[in-house]
């Protein structure tokens, strides 16, 4: 198995960055499109695994789908299946541990932002 894969769970698996493999530019990429902080803010708030089907985004399958790719191989989520689910989590240890304070500040900034534009 390439180094860059974790091991694979039961059944159908998906492929994710390493913890070292993760890169701040990815990170940061991901991070920047409104739809995908979305995505980020739910997790963090929920603080659990949520199914895909948990997020209502105003886009269609397709685009939720990318979205939740550019998420997994940017190393901020992790996806497992859980029977048919696909589970997301939020790879917050592995984020605390490279980029320490990142996410807390990126879900911060998020809320203040939706406060000071009524989004909230």
């Known amino acids: ?21 993760i890169r701040l530019e990815g990170v940061l990429h991901a991070l ?7 995505i980020v803010r739910y997790l963090a708030e929920c603080g659990d695994e949520q199914p895909c089907s948990y997020f ?14 550019v998420l997994r191989e940017s190393g901020v989520i992790e996806q497992v299946y859980r029977g048919t689910a696909k589970m997301s989590a939020l790879r917050r240890a ?18 203040r932002q939706a406060e000071r534009l009524g989004e909230r």
Request: net charge negative.
């Open 1 to 21: 198995m390439p180094p860059q894969t974790r091991p694979p769970a039961a059944g159908r698996s998906l492929e994710h960055p390493a913890r070292e493999e």
């Open 32 to 38: 920047a499109d409104p739809m995908r902080l979305t």
């Open 56 to 69: 209502d985004l105003p886009v269609s399958k397709s685009t939720t789908t990318h979205h939740f790719r």
């Open 94 to 111: 592995d984020l605390e541990e490279l980029f320490p304070g990142l996410l807390d500040s990126v879900l911060t900034a998020a809320v």
